[in-house]
């Protein structure tokens, strides 16, 4: 646990060794605020007056803070991609993973360790987050229930895009390649939500599938067990299918 | 053999697909032995040493390291020796200083003990003055130092290194050649290399490799018994008759006269060569002697003959064979 622990924690610090991590969590902090703005914007101006007379008006957290939240998952299926794709791939290419390899570690070990290492990460990006709605305490009062289940539900669809990303970045040792296959395969999960919503043929299958339909009700508050499972089913499959890649490249590399 | 062997490796194989990359090797590392594994580009050097440090796994053969089964109890096995790959695995953004500390918590060194370890890593390896650099910036000497010190940095029984002084400036493959020399005190010692007077240089043992197959394996101290060779070259300043030719053939144990040239001759004793005898007649007979050189078989032209010949033929099978025992090979 140990061992795991440290390269968990060695790889969170390599990645801000390089400006990659601290370009991405600026970038994303940047733009997610511009959305936080204009929408704290179109609440004022316009939701605000048009139903303050009304019995039960919307309150700004779930006019504000909620699509705030979907727009960084799916800010994340793009930049979530980027920051796995070296955790294999960059290590297969510059030949440093014979450092895991030779050290008296399991495959579950190395991949835990660098799983957690972004898991850090990922915690790191929704803390930020969770900065925006926050900065709202000043003037109003928030449900922070829905804050809550937003938060837990952006960390579990960002750590199913992560474990899709481990999996995909050891199974090649180029990391570009290793980012355009995660894409897709987020992406095609989107799509499959699209498709299962479709006017046409709506599928209750499709829909399952997708990790945002499991994302969508922890933005409105809901913390159903389901989608806990799913999410959790999700990392853990993608994990397994790591470590069996692991070691077969012991057998077969 | 002994059961003091630190790495026992018996019927080693490993495919990739169709290919046969290593057949059927054997290899033995006893305790403060440094063991030269010699052989051309692409003999299967570096698959072997990935197989006997756990990187690979062998398509069939077993691996045992200080007791412990590689295969069955990987971690413990693992624990026992030290690698250094042919590319140096570093990180480059991290400094030489931050990798160390990084690979003692790999190999569970507690906190208390590791700034000891990663200070005598330091030393031995020379690289005070750049401990505080990022790996990235330093040059390729440092970098395949700062590799060596990760793979010393746990104090193990086996040091594996492949191609250690490759890409590097003479006066660092001196250094590296004295620190393997020094490692071969307290640890034993795997080094693989293409680059022949390296071996002769550090190692007590070497085991040529070519096309997968052991060709040869033999101890320095032996190879330089075997060198008593059969063959001298003598060379006289004046000009030897007929009769003086037959009087050379009547040396005992002669087994061939070989003219070189008007004044040089080959001579090959059944047996090791007697120079003393040679020498004798040639004062008897006021030969005035200008040359007398025992044709010594080196370890380049063993390789030579070894790699250069058709494996398949009788001497690459034999020496295979025999390669542990004392057998003349010719």
């Given at each position: ?253 | ?14 495919f990739y697909g169709e290919y046969h990359a290593v057949k059927n090797i054997n290899l033995t590392l006893h305790k403060g032995e440094v063991l030269g594994l010699l052989g051309p580009n692409g003999a299967g050097k570096s698959s072997t040493m990935q197989m006997l440090t756990g990187n690979i796994a062998p398509s069939s053969g077993s691996i045992v390291i200080n007791g412990i089964d590689l295969l069955e109890e ?136 070519n096309q997968g197959e052991t060709v040869f394996s033999d101890t320095f101290s032996e190879l330089a018994q075997r060198q008593t060779s059969n063959k001298i070259i003598i060379g006289f300043d004046n000009v030897l008759s007929e009769l003086d030719l037959k009087v050379i053939n009547t ?80």
């Amino acid at each position: 646990m140990n061992k795991v622990l440290s390269i968990a924690f060695t790889e969170f610090k390599r990645m801000f060794n390089t400006p990659l991590a601290w370009s991405v969590l600026a970038v994303l902090q940047l733009v997610l605020a511009l959305l936080f703005l204009m929408f704290i914007e179109e609440f004022i101006t316009t939701i605000q007056p048009a139903t303050a007379t009304s019995a039960n008006p919307p309150g700004v957290t779930s006019i504000v803070v909620a699509p705030v939240y979907l727009w960084a998952g799916v800010i994340m299926l793009a930049v979530m991609p980027i920051m796995t794709m070296r955790i294999f791939a960059e290590e297969r290419m510059n030949k440093t993973l014979t450092l895991l390899l030779t050290s008296p570690l399991s495959s579950t070990q190395i991949v835990l360790g660098k799983y957690l290492g972004i898991l850090f990460f990922i915690i790191l990006i929704v803390a930020l987050l969770g900065l925006m709605p926050l900065a709202l305490t000043v003037g109003t009062t928030l449900d922070w229930g829905v804050i809550l289940t937003s938060s837990i539900g952006l960390l579990l669809l960002l750590s199913s895009f992560a474990a899709a990303g481990l999996f995909l970045s050891s199974l090649t040792s180029q990391p570009i390649i290793a980012a355009v296959s995660t894409f897709g395969l987020l992406f095609f999960l989107v799509v499959l939500y699209m498709s299962g919503k479709s006017q046409g043929n709506s599928s209750e299958i499709f829909i399952y599938l997708s990790h945002f339909s499991h994302f969508l009700p922890f933005l409105e508050g809901v913390f159903d067990t389901s989608d806990l499972v799913y999410y959790l089913l999700f990392i853990v499959g993608f994990l397994v299918l790591t470590i069996r890649k692991l070691d077969n490249d012991r057998l077969l590399g | 053999m002994s059961t003091n062997a630190l790495i026992k490796a018996v019927g080693l194989n490993r495919f990739y697909g169709e290919y046969h990359a290593v057949k059927n090797i054997n290899l033995t590392l006893h305790k403060g032995e440094v063991l030269g594994l010699l052989g051309p580009n692409g003999a299967g050097k570096s698959s072997t040493m990935q197989m006997l440090t756990g990187n690979i796994a062998p398509s069939s053969g077993s691996i045992v390291i200080n007791g412990i089964d590689l295969l069955e109890e990987p971690k413990l096995a693992k624990g026992q020796i030290g690698y250094l790959p042919e590319q140096p695995p570093v990180y480059r953004d991290m400094t030489a200083k931050e990798f160390l500390f990084y690979c003692t918590s790999l190999h569970n060194i507690p906190k208390d003990k590791a700034q000891k370890a990663v200070n005598v890593a330091i030393e031995r390896c020379a690289l005070e003055t750049v401990v505080n650099k990022l790996i990235g910036n330093l040059s390729k000497g440092y970098q395949q130092r700062v590799g060596i010190a990760q793979a010393i940095l746990h104090n193990p029984e086996v040091v594996i290194l492949d191609e250690p002084t490759v890409g590097l400036d003479p006066i660092q493959i001196t250094k590296i050649r004295d620190l393997i020399r020094e490692l071969g005190k307290d640890h034993s010692v795997i080094l693989s290399t293409h680059i022949l007077p390296e071996v002769q240089a550090v190692c007590d043992r070497v085991q040529i490799i070519n096309q997968g197959e052991t060709v040869f394996s033999d101890t320095f101290s032996e190879l330089a018994q075997r060198q008593t060779s059969n063959k001298i070259i003598i060379g006289f300043d004046n000009v030897l008759s007929e009769l003086d030719l037959k009087v050379i053939n009547t040396i005992e144990n002669l087994r061939a006269c070989e003219v070189l040239s008007n004044n040089r001759f080959q001579l090959t004793f059944n047996g090791s060569a007697d120079t003393s005898s040679v020498y004798k007649l040639a004062v008897e007979n006021s030969w005035s002697l200008n040359e007398l050189t025992p044709q010594e078989e080196t370890l380049e032209q063993i390789f030579m003959k070894l790699v250069h010949t058709d494996t398949t033929s009788p001497i690459g099978s034999v020496t295979a064979q025999k390669a542990s025992q004392t057998e003349v090979i010719t």
